[in-house]
């Protein structure tokens, strides 16, 4: 004679990443065929769903383990809709009755109920953001001009971390320029002018707003992925780009927009980049003093496909680890 099914528990997980009710189908048949279906936290953001699909739960039940499986012999199931932090108590409670071998435990599944899409934990990182503007005394006083010369910093630490290779330094860099924009859009979110004058300020905006705009500008300017354009070189990606950039921004000058508060070897490149990208020819500047000469070795560099920025960073490198090796290091 068989002996009777022990019955099944399903710990139902859930995330607070996806919106409330978008459960998958394994998980609303489990729900629907369970004898019982329980949850301990009153506030759950599901219940309300769960109720409107028909589904009795048992609300702020914690049942004790050994009724829950008494409850369970004979093959019954039960669905423990679980917080985001579990039911230890439970949890607990019944590995100490499977560790006694005593009582015959029912089957336990754990069983999630969504699943996080990719980028979910940047839900979490704006969460955590809210949360330290309103409760540090330092980041609820910081305004874009005070943080200007951390995202400058935290770019050159990016690319020194490219640069050397290191993986690890990489993936810690870039989430520290991640903070910065989101940093700056929760201080954006207060109101804050990022101008500094009201009368030209555009008002408050979000992190979500800054996604938004981003995303109309990379579908603008990818037609040939998201239109009827074709480009199938890297060149002519590049001519489009600058086209409708061009179009968009409606620039009387090639040197328009380029930012001359970046390192000056950059900057020489940039301007002798777009110099060159609308064929002009303008004779470099002389005069005294090392400026036209390091001036000239720049714009050569950019003609010839090099980055003179990050050839002058490595010979300093290199330079650095000489003087290190007569100190004697």
Same mark, same amino acid.
């Given at each position: ?48 769903? $769960? @109720? #409107?699909?028909?589904?009795? /739960?048992?609300?702020? !039940?914690?049942?004790? %383990?050994?009724?829950?499986? &008494? ?98 330094? $990489? @993936? #810690?860099?870039?989430?520290? /320029?991640?903070?910065? !924009?989101?940093?700056? %859009?929760?201080?954006?979110? &207060? ?139």
């Amino acid at each position: 004679m068989n002996a009777p099914s022990p019955g099944r528990l399903v710990l139902l997980t859930t995330s607070h990443r996806v919106a409330p009710g978008q459960l998958s189908w394994p998980a609303w048949q489990a729900l629907h065929q369970a004898d019982r279906v329980l949850c301990a936290d009153p506030a759950h953001p599901q219940l309300p769903y $769960l @109720r #409107e699909a028909g589904v009795a /739960v048992e609300v702020a !039940v914690t049942p004790d %383990a050994a009724d829950l499986v &008494d409850f369970l012999a004979g093959g019954r199931t039960a669905v423990l809709v679980q917080s985001g932090e579990g039911d230890r108590r439970l949890t607990d409670a019944l590995s100490r009755l499977a560790g006694s071998g005593r009582v015959a435990m029912p089957d336990l599944e754990l069983l999630p109920g969504a699943y996080d899409l990719p980028g979910a934990r940047l839900i979490d990182l704006v969460q955590v953001m809210d949360r330290i503007r309103e409760e540090c005394p330092w980041s609820a006083r910081q305004t874009h001009e005070g943080l200007a010369k951390y995202a400058m910093e935290e770019a050159f630490e990016l690319i020194e971390a490219i640069e050397e290779g290191d993986r690890d330094a $990489l @993936r #810690e860099e870039l989430g520290d /320029v991640l903070l910065q !924009v989101v940093f700056h %859009a929760r201080i954006a979110e &207060d109101g804050a002018p990022a101008t500094g004058d009201d009368e030209e300020d555009g008002g408050p905006f979000s992190v979500d707003d800054v996604a938004a705009t981003l995303i109309d500008k990379l579908v603008r300017r990818h037609p040939h992925v998201f239109g009827d354009a074709v480009a199938e070189t890297p060149e002519e990606v590049r001519a489009q780009w600058l086209r409708v950039k061009g179009e968009e921004k409606e620039r009387t000058s090639v040197t328009d927009g380029v930012p001359v508060a970046q390192p000056a070897l950059a900057l020489a490149a940039k301007l002798a980049s777009r110099a060159r990208g609308a064929e002009l020819r303008v004779p470099l500047p002389e005069g005294p003093g090392p400026g036209p000469a390091l001036l000239a070795l720049a714009v050569e560099a950019e003609r010839q496909g090099t980055d003179p920025e990050a050839a002058l960073r490595e010979s300093a490198r290199r330079y650095r680890e000489a003087i290190r090796a007569a100190e004697g290091h």
